[in-house]
């Protein structure tokens, strides 16, 4: 069976969000000394600028009205990315036992992203983000929701038959 079975889009999302969640979010949480004269600080200031986002930037200021944020960025680095790679190498093997892990993943990280759009409209800049600070900030986060969402409700469907399945066999 070739790679990935037929679930490229599945192989995509891991080739675009890998780089991103180690060279852009978890920066808030690794320690300075790691960032220093390295060109990830740059990425991170430009990322910033491109709509003055204010989750990045209000988790990097480590002010109180974004401390939940950095949870959710360890929650990022210490469960979804160890998630995320055995998912990669389950699904590159065409291991269907990682569908339960697939599934806690999707899960977890729709729910980090939820609050992340909530926060787009609830935080409170000096200026105001313009409308298309806004839209540009929502295509940037709204498909890091929309497919990890896909996922789980995909994983959970494919679960749903494997356990029905295996039901019916044990009734035979």
């Known amino acids: 069976m070739s790679r990935f079975a037929g679930r490229g889009l599945d192989g995509l999302w891991f080739w675009f969000c890998a780089p991103i969640t180690i060279l852009l979010d978890l920066q808030t949480i690794y320690p300075k000394h790691w ?14 600028s491109l709509a003055r986002d204010p989750i990045l930037g209000g988790a990097m200021s480590g002010t109180r009205e974004f401390a939940w944020l950095r949870y959710f960025l360890y929650l990022e680095g210490f469960f979804q990315l160890p998630c995320f790679i055995l998912g990669a190498i389950g699904l590159w093997r065409n291991d269907k036992r990682i569908y339960p892990l697939l599934l806690a993943y999707g899960a977890s990280t729709t729910t ?55 039901q019916d066999r044990k009734r035979v």
Not at 36 to 43: M, Q
Not at 124 to 133: A, F, G, I, V, Y
């Open 112 to 166: 980090t992203l939820i609050p992340c759009l909530g926060a787009i409209f609830t935080a409170n800049p000096k200026p105001p983000l313009t409308t298309r600070e806004i839209v540009t900030l929502l295509s940037e986060y709204i498909p890091f929701l929309l497919i990890p969402l896909g996922m789980a409700v995909d994983m959970g469907v494919k679960l749903t038959k494997i356990v029905s399945a295996a």
């Open 35 to 48: 960032l220093a004269d390295t060109p990830l600080s740059s990425l991170f200031e430009w990322s910033i």
